[in-house]
């Protein structure tokens, strides 16, 4: 099921998604620069109600196994939704990607990943089944440290995405 869109606006790849119970009506793909191989291609940003973006997901390069279709997969997450809302971006004719969701067909207590995992592969990773999220669920170590510290610096607040 289609429940967003993202295109080419002034350089950045911006848009929406918009389901029954959530309303976001502009977020953004801000690529990551990693020489990780296992580093998500985007961080999703949206918006939050102070007027400052915030990641609320990433997105991996996929594969299907059967046509070779490359794709964008990840999930939509924040403390607001019950739960991480699984997303996969489809290149359209436009310079921009489809947003789709797609109801996970496997129990999420056995690993499910939303988008059935037999189907695709995670550019990189080999025929694994999906891709893996280790411990950290894909985003990285903690900056707060067992005792509720900052364990390093974070990057000041911007209105603005960095591109």
């Given at each position: ?72 997969a990840g ?57 893996d999220r ?28 960095a591109f």
């Amino acid at each position: 099921m289609n429940i967003g869109e993202v295109s080419l606006q002034n350089g950045r790849l911006m848009g929406r998604i918009a389901t029954r119970t959530i309303d976001l009506p502009r977020i953004g793909l801000r690529p990551v620069e990693s020489q990780n191989p296992r580093a998500p291609r985007f961080e999703v940003v949206a918006l939050n109600v102070a007027r400052r973006w915030v990641q609320i997901g990433a997105l991996w390069e996929a594969e299907m196994k059967k046509t070779g279709e490359v794709f964008l997969a990840g999930n939509i997450d924040d403390p607001s939704l019950p739960e991480p809302l699984p997303v996969a971006l489809f290149g359209n004719e436009r310079d921009g990607y489809a947003i789709a969701w797609r109801r996970d067909t496997l129990r999420s207590d056995a690993g499910g990943s939303g988008f059935g995992s037999s189907n695709y592969d995670m550019q990189g990773q080999g025929d694994r089944g999906g891709y893996d999220r280790g411990d950290t669920g894909g985003f990285g170590d903690s900056t707060v440290g067992d005792d509720g510290t900052m364990t390093r610096e974070m990057a000041p607040a911007d209105d603005d995405i960095a591109f």
